[in-house]
């Protein structure tokens, strides 16, 4: 009986790779919020200035991330194919790529950083003090960005114990500055909102010079041809075309969703917001999931190992069968105590304790799709996950959202279900696209 539950190469190959970037994604989310708390005594005032500054990073970040899971495509597939060194030249002509793109975005960003704010929904009452924090915060987001491509050849290898190791070493730093920066602990000066931007730069300014060292190390970053050539961008472009259009339009689409679940009121979103923010715990331990999915999918391919990519593709389903049902029935029992963790008002618990249990639902579509969808970006495919991400999450999610919020008048419930839906849409798309590889069993060029 026990032999059954004995783990293969192959599971303990693929626990090895996803756990630790699993752990990475839940990790960031603790210390994030942990960081939010210490801004949050400073008041009202402070929180505002320091979340308003969320859109504009987020939106540099998708570029910077984009570059990063392209970089970790490439030289996942050279790896699985023996070719190290190639996939070494590849992170260092996008090193220089990346850090001149986002140089100029960031230039252009820390420009016209007011009116950007003001934008995006800034008041005039804490805008001095959301640029007090953002001005520095863009040095951070800047250095964030190098660190993602430096950590996608880690990534692109298998090492993500490693990434964990440093990004967990950057953060736990970024909070400990924060807390003496922030009230001006002992000789340090109290700084308030701008004591957090310092903190994160600090953070993120260890955590790139930690991965470049280790690469260095290596004899990775010491050698010539950082300049990128023409052979470079026949390969680069095209993934990067697909990689950033699913990101942007996944973007475009919670900006939309968000709108429309805030025009429900006050307490609605707030039981939402909540309920999201617990919510982003599962999906980015499934992120890290497709992370590891993605790279042994990568490795298979370079190898030209069918076997082995197939093998990958059943332990994947599998694990985050597993780790969804393991969500799904923790959130769900506890579903009122975890809410009540977030907010004290009792009010809000009936509709809250609802709307956790469709979160509790969702454990499973969510950690699918990342899975597939990673095994089928490793697998030379992400223009297919770049067209049903749009059709999904920019085009039905809106129209579906609208029609459960103004037309059935479900309200808040309506939305959930909504998600629920696009989640479960685009784990079907790419268990399809996955089914109809299988049947192909040959490796051929990308074909949308």
Not at 109 to 121: D, Q, T, V
Request: charged share 10%; hydrophobic share 55%; aromatic share 12%.
């Amino acid at each position: 009986m026990l032999n059954k539950f004995k783990l293969s190469p192959t599971d303990r190959q693929y626990l090895t790779l996803s756990l630790p970037a699993a752990l990475e994604g839940v990790c960031m989310i603790l210390l994030s919020n942990v960081d939010l708390i210490m801004v949050g005594m400073l008041g009202a005032s402070a929180i505002a200035a320091v979340s308003i500054f969320t859109q504009p990073r987020m939106m540099l970040l998708t570029v910077a991330r984009s570059l990063a899971s392209v970089v970790t495509l490439m030289t996942a597939e050279h790896y699985g194919a023996g070719r190290k060194q190639q996939a070494a030249t590849i992170l260092r002509q996008s090193l220089v790529l990346g850090a001149a793109v986002m140089l100029v975005l960031h230039l252009a960003f820390f420009a016209y950083l007011p009116e950007l704010l003001l934008w995006m929904g800034a008041e005039t009452g804490y805008l001095r003090l959301a640029l007090d924090y953002g001005w520095i915060a863009l040095a951070a987001v800047y250095m964030t960005s190098l660190t993602a491509i430096l950590q996608a050849l880690q990534l692109g290898f298998g090492e993500t114990a490693v990434v964990l190791r440093t990004n967990i070493q950057g953060n736990v730093l970024n909070v400990i500055v924060n807390a003496l920066l922030i009230f001006g602990l002992g000789p340090f000066p109290e700084l308030g909102v701008r004591g957090a931007a310092i903190g994160t730069l600090v953070g993120t300014i260890y955590t790139f010079g930690h991965a470049l060292w280790q690469l260095w190390q290596r004899g990775i970053m010491d050698k010539t041809g950082f300049w990128p050539d023409r052979a470079y961008f026949r390969e680069f472009l095209p993934l990067f075309g697909s990689v950033f259009s699913e990101q942007g339009f996944e973007r475009i689409g919670m900006v939309i969703y968000t709108r429309m679940v805030a025009e429900l009121g006050m307490l609605p979103y707030a039981i939402h917001a909540i309920c999201m923010n617990f919510c982003d715990f599962y999906y980015c331990f499934a992120g890290g999931l497709g992370k590891g999915s993605t790279v042994m999918a990568c490795h298979a391919k370079g190898a030209k190992d069918m076997a082995a990519w197939k093998e990958t593709l059943r332990v994947s389903v599998k694990w985050s069968a597993m780790f969804s049902l393991v969500s799904f029935v923790l959130t769900a029992l506890f579903r009122e105590e975890i809410f009540g963790l977030y907010a004290s008002d009792a009010s809000l618990l009936p509709l809250g304790g609802l709307i956790m249990l469709i979160v509790a639902l969702v454990s499973f579509p969510e950690a699918q799709q990342m899975v597939c969808a990673g095994i089928l970006r490793g697998s030379g495919r992400s223009a297919q996950v770049a067209i049903y991400s749009f059709l999904s999450i920019t085009v039905l999610r809106p129209l579906i959202t609208a029609f459960f919020l103004y037309y059935l008048d479900m309200g808040l419930v309506g939305a959930w279900i909504a998600l629920a839906l696009d989640q479960s849409l685009r784990a079907a798309c790419a268990s399809l696209l996955l089914w109809r590889l299988v049947k192909t069993e040959q490796w051929a060029p990308e074909q949308v």
